[in-house]
């Protein structure tokens, strides 16, 4: 197993394809434009994001979400920052110093399911996992899915986010 460490980032290669995939330099310029569009500073807060395969991911999503299956991106944030409303914004972070940065959560991309999802859309790879990550750096910082409000509103910002990395909508 590898570790990375980038200022705002640790990154955790389990699965020996991601060496190449150039992962933490893709994972800090994903969670830098999230920050950023969110208007949270680079200083104070910290995540792990780690590249594993499809069989480490089912067990993750077995063991945290009751479904035994791969899946592309799991996240796990420090704290419950979601809304109250559908459609509202989240809660924001508490934000650490340099010397002890506050633990937004960690994020986990597996390989088989990316590299599959990627060519079967037929975009590059790093394209695909930067938006995989803006989106699991999303939920961290209390954003989802589920209703039909708040999905709006994260789809919405990854489009918005992804256009400032120079990268069309996926959801298109």
Do not use: Q
């Not at 910290?46 to 945290?64: H, K, S, W, Y």
């Amino acid at each position: 197993m590898n570790v990375a460490t980038e200022p705002l980032v640790d990154v955790v290669i389990e699965d020996a394809r991601w060496d190449g995939a150039g992962l933490t330099s893709l994972a800090g310029r994903a969670v830098r434009a999230v920050l950023k569009a969110e208007a949270l500073p680079e200083t104070g807060l910290t995540l792990c994001v780690m590249g594993c395969g499809d069989a480490r991911i089912a067990v993750l999503n077995g063991e945290f979400r009751g479904k035994e299956k791969s899946t592309n991106v799991l996240s796990w944030p420090s704290w419950d920052l979601s809304a109250g409303a559908d459609g509202a914004e989240p809660e924001r972070p508490e934000i650490g110093t340099a010397a002890e940065p506050e633990a937004l959560g960690d994020i986990a991309l597996a390989w088989e399911t990316c590299r599959a999802e990627a060519e079967s859309a037929g975009k590059p790879l790093t394209d695909h996992v930067t938006h995989l990550i803006v989106h699991g750096t999303l939920h961290l910082l209390g954003f989802d899915h589920v209703r039909e409000g708040d999905a709006a509103r994260m789809e919405a910002l990854e489009v918005s986010i992804l256009a400032t990395l120079g990268l069309s909508d996926p959801y298109s």
